[in-house]
């Protein structure tokens, strides 16, 4: 007691303060997570403003400068900001504590922890030391004992550990093409649809088909791929039901898949301010892990609801609205997040960072704007269909509306040979599914094509939360469109397929590891494959 | 034809130092009206503010103490070197020292709270 007594003494004996004047703008309007400030003409864009409220500070952030006002958004509880409130400008944009301590974490839209697992980092570094302390509305269950981890910094004297929320893209001189795979775990995707480190890969359906079940199954799977380095996965839930963040986070923890991962949440109770934040956020934390050389998959769950929460702002802005009342800007507010999605050379540290955004549709309407404004920014897109869904094809992948358009340079050599293939089968049967009605009436080679279309598109079933590794993956396809599976019972196939990976696994546990370090499908390792699958049927 | 509340508080303020009469004022209102344009008048008013002071050269200046004390507001009014009497309020939770507001855009802060919620802060 006596030592803290001590302490204070001593730093209230050090401390100096300095009166200076200051600029200030007064609030003159408040409402619904926004407000109006007259003053403050010197403000910069984005720029963190401090509200002094009677019950300590609330921060905001500059988003509309306008000729004798400014409107900005407020980050916490609009509800203790009053007209007539001073407001200060800190001179610096929004930024976020980033570093390795946050894995395994689960954190709010500014970073602080929602895990009820005490702070994130263990000090309060230099930067920590003036940094700004915002109220949220989520972290009221956190103790005033916590480190500050908002702050705000300006983009010049950007100091180690904060990273700014909004930042530009790194440019075309730091760039490479992708060139490393990022398995799923899924066989439809990783076959038809690969995905490579430093793509933007597109998630879009309607609602109940699976589309965060792909990128929980994308994180999981990760730990399985131990040929490559693992990515630092981030989970951005915007809008989401706490319950489902809760369960997600739980089901990643039972996989053990946390240890790898952070997830941040700007759950559907929060204000919208923070919702249109936090993919920026995690985004952030993503560049971090980049910019150290390794690799990160971002997943924001989802746009849609992102885009809603940014037309909220800015109709509450008084922004003009435009199609389905979003603003003008709301195609640039994805192109410049998804923008930062990169492959970074050599020169630069060679670290990635892959982006899934997911877009929910209204009845499969593809064409509605942020679907479409979506599309047209990523390097291709996976199609979820609900009849697929219905039917029990399960990920319910349309492969002909889906495509990746950069991963194919990405994919491994053993897969493209299987992957040829498959679509090409697979393309065939889509042609003559309408004959499968009458399929005593057709001829021979007709009925080939339709059988090995039903096996193929039976073997691309899969549970969720059960990624296969890519290896495994390589053998059941080389087995499906070589023909091997095409006397088999429909129904039987799935035991097939298990008993022969557990066959694979028990007697030849050499060729997967030969698949796995070469990746690709030697003359050798092809007639060994064949045998083995022989051998196996004759069983 | 929507005027801006900057032009209207331009026109009002032309108009009111000609004749500064209250029928100038209710002229004025009744046409704000008639444009339907009364809730611009805070804005049109604030504006007004502004030019005229900015006109006549007068600055806006608030005292806020925790206590009644002549010799600081003298002491303001000297180094500010104002020619009007600048508004004091009292404000018993600033708990000492002065915070002195000029035309709500630039503040200086010497109170005890806030320096105290710096030390804390720091």
């Known amino acids: ?539 | 034809m929507k005027y801006q509340s900057k032009i209207y508080a331009r026109a009002f303020l032309g108009a009111y130092e000609k004749k500064s009469a209250p029928e100038t004022v209710r002229r004025f209102l009744g046409l704000v009206r008639k444009n339907g344009d009364f809730s611009k008048l805070p804005k049109i008013l604030y504006d007004f503010k502004k030019l005229y002071n900015k006109n006549h050269g007068i600055k806006e200046v608030k005292v806020e103490i925790a206590r009644e004390d002549k010799s600081i507001i003298n002491q303001v009014k000297e180094i500010l070197k104002l020619k009007q009497e600048p508004e004091v309020e009292i404000k018993k939770e600033i708990l000492g020292g002065v915070i002195v507001s000029i035309d709500d855009e630039v503040i200086v802060d010497g109170s005890i709270k806030s320096r105290i919620d710096n030390m804390f802060r720091n």
């Open chain 1, 1 to 539: 007691m006596q030592e803290i007594i001590n302490k204070l003494k001593k730093e209230i004996e050090g401390f100096k303060s300095e009166i200076k004047a200051e600029k200030i703008g007064r609030v003159f309007e408040v409402g619904d997570g926004v407000c109006r400030i007259w003053g403050l003409s010197d403000a910069m864009a984005q720029e963190l403003l401090e509200i002094e409220t009677d019950s300590g500070a609330v921060n905001a952030i500059a988003l509309n400068l306008e000729e004798d006002s400014i409107g900005a958004v407020i980050l916490g509880d609009f509800l203790k900001v009053k007209e007539g409130n001073v407001v200060k400008g800190t001179g610096r944009v929004l930024s976020l504590r980033v570093g390795d301590e946050l894995v395994g974490r689960v954190v709010n839209a500014l970073g602080d922890p929602i895990d009820g697992r005490g702070p994130v980092f263990d000090t309060v570094d230099s930067r920590g030391q003036d940094a700004v302390k915002a109220r949220t509305n989520a972290d009221h269950t956190q103790t005033d004992a916590e480190s500050p981890r908002l702050s705000a910094l300006s983009p010049r004297e950007s100091a180690p550990g904060y990273y700014p929320v909004e930042k530009i893209a790194p440019g075309v001189i730091t760039r490479e093409s992708v060139n490393t795979p990022l398995h799923t775990g899924i066989k439809a995707i990783d076959a038809m649809i690969p995905i490579g480190r430093g793509q933007r890969e597109l998630i879009i359906g309607d609602r109940q088909t699976g589309k965060t079940a792909i990128v929980i199954d994308a994180i999981i799977n990760q730990q399985q791929d131990t040929s490559r380095r693992t990515p630092i996965c981030i989970y951005v839930a915007v809008g989401q039901r706490e319950s489902k963040v809760a369960k997600i986070v739980a089901e990643l923890k039972k996989k053990g898949a946390m240890k790898y991962t952070i997830v941040v949440s700007a759950s559907a109770s929060e204000p919208a301010p923070l919702q249109y934040l936090a993919p920026f956020a995690g985004c952030a934390i993503g560049e971090y892990f980049m910019d150290k050389g390794q690799d990160a998959l971002v997943i924001y769950d989802d746009l849609t609801k992102h885009a809603s929460a940014y037309r909220q702002v800015s109709l509450l802005l008084r922004r003009p609205p435009g199609r389905e009342a979003f603003p003008g800007d709301i195609f640039y507010l994805h192109s410049r997040l998804l923008e930062r999605a990169a492959k970074l050379n050599k020169d630069y540290g060679g670290g990635s960072l892959t982006a899934l955004p997911i877009i929910e549709t209204q009845l499969g309407d593809v064409s509605a704007y942020i679907p479409t404004n979506v599309i047209s920014i990523t390097d291709g897109q996976i199609y979820l269909e609900p009849d697929l869904f219905y039917q029990g094809i399960r990920p319910a992948v349309n492969v002909g509306l889906s495509v990746s358009r950069v991963g194919s340079a990405a994919q491994t050599k053993a897969m493209k040979k299987v992957a040829g293939r498959l679509r090409l089968d697979l393309a065939q049967f889509r042609e003559l599914q309408a004959f499968v009605q009458f399929a005593t009436d057709l001829d021979e080679s007709t009925k080939k094509r339709i059988v090995r279309g039903q096996v193929l598109t039976e073997i691309l079933k899969q549970n969720d939360l059960e990624p296969m590794l890519f290896e495994k993956q390589v053998a059941v396809l080389y087995a499906g469109v070589n023909g091997y599976l095409d006397t088999i019972d429909i129904a039987e196939i799935k035991n097939f397929e298990k008993k022969f990976l557990e066959y694979i696994e028990k007697m030849n546990d050499d060729i997967l590891e030969k698949i796995k370090t070469s990746g690709e499908l030697s003359q050798e390792i092809e007639d060994r494959l064949k045998k083995i699958i022989e051998d196996f049927k004759k069983m």
